[in-house]
């Protein structure tokens, strides 16, 4: 009797994961239909997308310095100052205008004054101020456009120093010319 019961429970269990068989039909299949609009009725702007809405005023003007729109960009830029607030928002807004100071197709073109704003701000900059990474980005090429400055200035210094040389050894030398030339005259 028990083999009885376990062979009825088996074919059961069995039954229950047994696939039914597929239905063969060779018809065309029904075509699904969705409620949607047949033409679009819809006027928004296209540039206007879903991931535009979350863009920021200090990626707008990351954007359009960019497309080297310099005015629009410190405009960007100081409307995300204004807006955000924060330490953060303020040096950001900060770095991205002395960067713009450091181009020279910007109208803003200020080499000098991007300098002293690059060394306080650097001064300013805290590891743990949540800044977005183009900012960052433009901090580094400060430093290197300040780096490069300052070696332009000492490359000028050595010019003036070896012009100033230069200028003595041909005084010497004139001075020398004459020594031996008014000598050679006295001799004759």
């Known amino acids: 009797m028990r083999a009885f019961t376990i062979g009825v429970g088996l074919l059961v269990l069995s039954a229950c994961t047994a696939t039914p068989p597929k239905p063969e039909t060779s018809g065309p299949q029904p075509e699904i239909v969705l409620n949607l609009p047949a033409s679009s009725s819809c006027r928004c702007d296209e540039s206007a997308s879903v991931d535009n809405v979350s863009v920021t005023f200090l990626e707008k003007g990351i954007e359009a310095l960019t497309r080297g729109d310099h005015i629009s960009a410190v ?27 450091t181009l020279p197709s910007s109208p803003f073109f200020e080499p000098q004054s991007s300098r002293a704003s690059f060394e306080r701000l650097s001064k300013q900059y805290r590891a743990d101020m949540q800044v977005h990474s183009g900012v960052l980005l433009m901090r580094d090429s400060l430093e290197m456009f300040v780096s490069m400055l300052d070696q332009a200035d000492e490359l000028r210094r050595q010019v003036d120093a070896l012009q100033d040389d230069l200028d003595k050894r041909e005084k010497a030398l004139k001075r020398l010319r004459d020594l031996t030339l008014g000598s050679r005259e006295e001799s004759q």
Do not use: G, K, L, M
Not at 75 to 101: C, G, K, L, M, P
């Open 75 to 101: 405009q960007y830029f100081q409307r995300h100052q204004r807006i955000e607030r924060t330490e953060a928002a303020a040096w950001e807004t900060a770095v991205a205008i002395a960067f713009i100071s």
